[in-house]
């Protein structure tokens, strides 16, 4: 009889406790997560003139880049091989360059090399026009400030007319460039020639 009664006064608690624990039990139904998308910022480099830049043997020219926001580069675009500009007969070459990135030192010249994974860029010979190059996957840091540039790192110690980069033209502008030869030279500013005509877009942090 004993037994009984214990049985009986277990079940009628049971649904007693049950209740108390989902009233006392926060539920959470549904989570969302927001991903916040980076907000994209860029900055053109234009001018009334355009040179034409050949780049050739070891040669690299970079470009500061000083007014975009801290983050991670999207990418840059180029004009190249603008047949308009070659007064020979005959076509471009396919020619293959690699990006160079570097820090600015306090005194506004190029610095160290920014380490990355090598980013090289074929440009076919029968192409013409503005070229983005996507930069996102090789997570360069722009902290405010940061030299881009181009170099061919070919053999030979003159201009390659088969190949051209758009550039600004013009002492009055305010963009500095800096160029060399090789890397055991030093850097020399560039004077008529004052920056690529380049689009830089950034994912400010």
Known sequence: MKKLLIVLAVFCCIPALAQNMENDTIQLKEVLIKNKRPKIRQTRFTSICTAYEKLFGKYEMVTLVDD???????????????????????GFEDTEIELVFYEVTPQGKPG???????????????????????????????EGKIYIGIKKGEKGDKPNAAFEVNCTCGIYDDYISYARFDETKSWAKKTFTSAFKMRVKVAAD
Not at 68 to 90: E, W
């Open 112 to 142: 160290n090399r920014i380490d990355h994974l090598q980013k090289k860029v074929l440009v076919p010979g029968d192409f013409s026009g503005k070229m983005e190059i996507d930069l996102a996957s090789i997570a360069i840091r722009n």
């Open 68 to 90: 975009l926001p801290k983050g991670y580069l999207q990418s840059v675009t180029f004009t190249f091989n603008k047949k308009a500009s070659r007064k020979d007969k005959g």
